[in-house]
């Protein structure tokens, strides 16, 4: 069976483009490689999106999917490898089986990145995390460091200072990318210090026990857990043959969400723009999706 649409992500940008295509009556898959909502699961709280003054990530993630649902749009939890073009048609191989569509967009979104220090990714899970909703609990009343000087840092440093004994947000220069409102919040939390121009050297552990974090190879910082929030880079990998990323991986698109490949789109946080933000994600998936339908 050939779709006329198959979206690779279930995160706002997939979920906004899913709902679209199935309202127009086109034959929609879509793929999710872990749960619907993609990043915003992690969010423990989000401020922006218009029309709802203030929701938690989950609950964003969990009403979105609601949606798809409702709408009764066909989706399958499964990853995908590679893609292929024959002719006109998309070929997808996933970790299950094999897919066919006219079109395909990417809304696969952005990894966090990691420090790639030694340690790290043996520590994940034990002492480190990417996600201090999910495993904020296990720091109550103990020392932890945020690394990052974003909304991301900031705002999940707030967080953990309502379950942490001490939060210490570790920025790399005197200037902080987080918004301000965000920064005078933190600054007024007694709880929350933040340290300048500090960068994370190495983290030292005793069996695979987090222990202490080494800043600027001189000082270390005794804490039982650090958060990483240093950004994300996007989940581009199964398109690496296809020439239509930038060198930082990043999907190159034209004002209809198009790559150059006909009929192969890219939205939200995947594509190489100046805003990303959830609302500006759903415009995507919109677009791109009224698009396709323009075209049949
Ligand atoms: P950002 O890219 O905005 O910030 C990354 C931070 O990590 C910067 O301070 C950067 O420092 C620092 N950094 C990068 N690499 C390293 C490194 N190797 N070592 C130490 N520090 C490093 O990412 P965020 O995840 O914070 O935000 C992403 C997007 O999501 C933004 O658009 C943000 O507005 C949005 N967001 C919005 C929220 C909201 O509720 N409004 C909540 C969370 C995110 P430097 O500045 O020096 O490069």
Known sequence: ?????????????????????????????????????????????????????????????????????????????????????????????????????????????????????????????KGISTCALCDGNLFKDKDVAVIGGGDSAFSEAIYLSNICKSVYIINRSDKYRAIKELVDKVKGINNIKIINNAIVTSINATDDKLESITLNDIDRLSVDGMFTYIGSSPATEFMKDLDILDENGFMLVNDSYESKISGIYGVGDVIKKNIYQICTAINDGIVATMSIIDKR
């Open 1 to 125: 069976m050939v779709y006329d649409l198959i979206i690779i992500g279930l995160g706002p940008a997939g979920i906004a483009a899913a709902v679209y295509a199935k309202r127009a009556g086109l034959n929609v898959l879509c793929l999710e490689k872990v749960m619907p909502g993609g990043y915003i699961n992690y969010i423990n709280s989000i401020s922006n999106y218009i029309g709802i003054p203030t929701i938690s990530g989950p609950d964003l993630a969990f009403n979105l999917f609601k949606q798809l649902k409702e709408n009764e749009i066909e989706y399958k939890i499964e990853y995908v490898e590679k893609v292929n073009i024959k002719d006109e048609q998309k070929i997808l191989t996933t970790n299950k089986g094999e897919y066919v569509a006219k079109n395909i967009i990417v809304a696969t979104g952005k990894r966090p990145k990691r420090l790639n220090l030694e340690n790290e990714a043996q520590l994940l899970g």
